[in-house]
């Protein structure tokens, strides 16, 4: 994504996995969120699973959120357990984080942050970027009124050891990098 990010000339950026497929006109809504709040950095779709399509996809969902101790969720999925879409997240809304299985950032803001740490390598470099994004006074949202379904844990299988590894070494470089020196010190112990 960064190497590619490097070489685009737009004004948007669109992190898109390759095992996703999409609703007719999925991108203008994400284009019309961002044209309309300049304070917006980056917007993802609705994330409904490809299989199950009645379902919300474990990665991403709706919207993430991610609580004081670095622990990822997202409405639509908390753990293990996905939501079936009853229209129950239909509003568009503030999110901390937006999945990079598909979201729309600016260029410019991208560029600014540095694009996603390379030391993360996959898994949480979408929460550490949008954290970045919000800590420089910038919002993420969610546009529910587009549609992606996504095949989901095709990098990584779910049951991958390095999955694991990844999810909560990523998880604790998030507690220590991204918040005060002394708010990581407080959390990381009891975490």
């Known amino acids: 994504c960064n190497f590619g990010a490097q070489h685009a000339k737009g004004e948007y950026l669109l992190i898109l996995n390759n095992d996703t497929t999409h609703e007719i006109d999925w991108i203008n809504n994400l284009v019309t969120l961002m044209e309309s709040n300049i304070a917006v950095s980056s917007v993802q779709p609705k994330i409904k699973n490809f299989h199950k399509r009645e379902y919300f996809d474990y990665a991403g969902a709706c919207g993430g959120f991610i609580d004081k101790y670095c622990f990822p969720f997202a409405q639509g999925r908390v753990f293990n357990t996905v939501e079936k879409d009853i229209g129950q997240y239909d509003d568009a809304s503030k999110i901390f ?4 299985t598909a979201f729309l950032t600016r260029k410019q803001i991208f560029d600014k942050v540095g694009g996603f740490d390379e ?12 954290w970045k994004c919000q800590l420089m006074g910038y919002e993420v949202w969610v546009e529910p009124a587009s549609i992606i379904y996504h095949k989901g844990a095709m990098t990584l299988p779910v049951s991958s050891p390095k999955k694991t590894y990844l999810n909560y070494r990523n998880s604790l470089i998030l507690l220590l990098t991204n918040y005060p020196v002394g708010t990581s010190f407080r959390l990381f112990f009891p975490r």
Request: aromatic share 18%.
């Open 97 to 100: 984080w937006a999945s990079g």
């Open 119 to 130: 030391i993360l390598f996959a898994h949480m470099e979408e929460i550490d970027y949008h």
